[in-house]
């Protein structure tokens, strides 16, 4: 199709070097006679390659969600999420990765080496926890510190602790202490 539009533009372009352009409207026509009916079969098969492989796909989630399925309900054996979780322990404690607020499963998978799944299943199993509320008890755990250890505003330490919004750092730390982080600052300074 490419080819056939490039002459074309050949064509025009030597109708208006010999002819002026008298047989320019003449050729657009004929190439549009002859492309048009081209591009719209070209259409007609895409759409169906495409049904095709949305089939095929779909038929490929469904079967990879049977397999996951079977292996969540087996587990994975109780020393390779131990491994797992203590590499992600480390990895949290060393390198602070629950400080970026950018986090998000698939960074962690990327660092760690690990596939995010496995990731995932070892920390549910190990903790009966999911991962985000695991990342955001070393966050708060850094915010308690903070707290009692700066006199940093509220706002500053959420946001240096690694929380994106207020809201979501007000909830994780009342979960996880069960008080405002207003309440904890000054119950633990008077202390």
Do not use: C
Not at 8 to 34: E, K, P
């Amino acid at each position: 199709m490419l080819l056939f539009s490039a002459l074309i533009d050949s064509a025009m372009s030597l109708d208006f070097i010999y002819n002026q352009g008298r047989f320019s409207l003449y050729i657009l026509t004929v190439g549009h006679v002859i492309l048009i009916p081209v591009l719209a079969f070209a259409v007609i098969v895409v759409g169906v390659s495409t049904s095709s492989s949305d089939e095929v796909a779909n038929l490929e989630l469904t079967t990879s969600h049977e397999v996951k399925e079977t292996l969540t309900d087996e587990g994975m054996p109780e020393a390779r999420a131990q491994e797992i979780v203590a590499l992600f322990d480390r990895q949290m404690r060393e390198k602070t990765h629950y400080l970026d607020p950018e986090l998000t499963l698939s960074k962690l998978s990327r660092k760690l080496g690990i596939p995010a799944k496995q990731i995932s299943a070892a920390v549910n199993q190990v903790h009966q926890k999911n991962i985000s509320k695991l990342i955001n008890e070393y966050r708060i755990d850094h915010a308690l510190w903070a707290l009692t250890q700066s006199d940093d505003s509220i706002t500053q330490i959420f946001m240096n602790s690694g929380f994106q919004t207020k809201s979501n750092f007000n909830r994780e730390f009342s979960r996880v202490t069960g008080m405002t982080p207003s309440e904890y600052r000054k119950q633990h300074r008077q202390n």
